[in-house]
């Protein structure tokens, strides 16, 4: 029997359904058993639609995206009411993922930048009628409701996400590795005294050296080994999108002790050289930093209180 199948997407750049699109015939091999019963990306589903289904008649729900607006809230609520298997699918779904960044700034900051105080703006107002209120900090989504699986990246490869479904339809078991980009790198590394990090545009990196070692912020070493080491293999440095191995509770917190390890720099030096180390170090998952818990505790909005990763 087909299982049943949903997908939701909440504030996100929808990536997470492109790289299901992208299996191609692959997907020939597993659609056969299943019966999407909602993904409004593809099929012009309302959201009546997830409401009529009854409580627990999804075999398998996917939620891509974080909650920005209380109606993301309300369809991460439903989607866990009526899944029997929930997935967070992709990083912002597990950790927050780049709109977490906004929580170092106030709600009300955000908004007049937005709708009242961008350059290309000619008519300043900020929208009422007709849309969802805002919430007040991103949490990850695993914080608000109880997920079975997680499935990081931005997005998740296409074989990621073959892997998962054909695990969920068979009943395999499905565990994230604990291993790192470095891991899956291929370029030679050596004991590094990091004198000085330089950006991306500053150079051209020896596309058989650790990046790192050539003083480029990579940061495979304290990334999950889940994506094949894609950007290094590219000669880009690692940016961290995948998130962190299960076994690393805190991304950006290993990032800078390891660092601080590494770097022969004073800390005026490292303060210049990183500008906007939230932005560096917690790429797509300061939502979920220890830092972020404590900024949305002390506001309030803390989901359901319990850290469900």
């Not at 699109?21 to 659609?31: A, P, T, Y």
């Not at 470095?182 to 005294?193: A, Q």
């Not at 058989?208 to 003083?215: A, F, I, R, V």
């Not at 940016?239 to 660092?259: E, N, T, W």
Request: a negative charge; hydrophobic letters at 35%; aromatic letters at 10%.
């Amino acid at each position: 029997m087909a299982k049943r199948v949903a997908f939701a997407q909440l504030s996100s750049c929808w990536g997470c359904d492109q790289a299901l699109v992208d299996l191609h015939f692959r997907l020939l091999d597993v659609l056969p058993d299943l019966e999407v019963v909602y993904w409004p990306a593809v099929v012009d589903y309302k959201l009546s639609d997830l409401k009529s289904l009854p409580d627990g008649s999804v075999h398998l729900g996917f939620v891509e995206g974080s909650c920005r607006t209380k109606e993301d809230v309300h369809i991460l609520e439903l989607m866990r009411e009526k899944s029997r298997l929930l997935v967070a699918w992709g990083s912002c779904s597990c950790y927050g993922g780049v709109q977490g960044l906004a929580n170092t700034w106030p709600l009300a900051q955000l908004v007049q930048r937005k709708f009242i105080k961008t350059e290309t703006v000619t008519d300043s107002r900020v929208p009422e009628e007709n849309v969802p209120g805002f919430v007040e900090y991103i949490i990850p989504n695993t914080d608000r409701v109880r997920f079975d699986i997680i499935l990081p990246g931005c997005p998740p490869t296409s074989d990621n996400v073959y892997d998962a479904v054909v695990a969920l339809l068979t009943g395999r078991p499905f565990d994230l590795p604990d291993t790192t980009v470095c891991d899956e790198c291929p370029r030679e590394r050596k004991e590094k005294r990091i004198k000085e990090f330089k950006r991306t545009y500053q150079g051209r990196p020896d596309p058989e050296k650790c990046l790192l070692d050539q003083g480029y912020l990579c940061l495979g070493f304290a990334t999950i080994g889940f994506c094949g080491a894609q950007c290094p293999k590219a000669n880009m440095p690692c940016k961290g999108c995948f998130g962190p191995p299960p076994s690393i509770r805190d991304h950006g917190a290993k990032i800078i002790s390891a660092l601080g390890a590494i770097a022969d720099m004073s800390p005026e030096e490292l303060e210049n050289a990183f500008p906007d180390p939230v932005g560096s170090f917690y790429f797509t998952d300061y939502a979920a930093s220890y830092i972020a818990k404590v900024s949305a505790g002390n506001s309030g909005d803390k989901g359901d209180g319990e850290d469900r990763r």
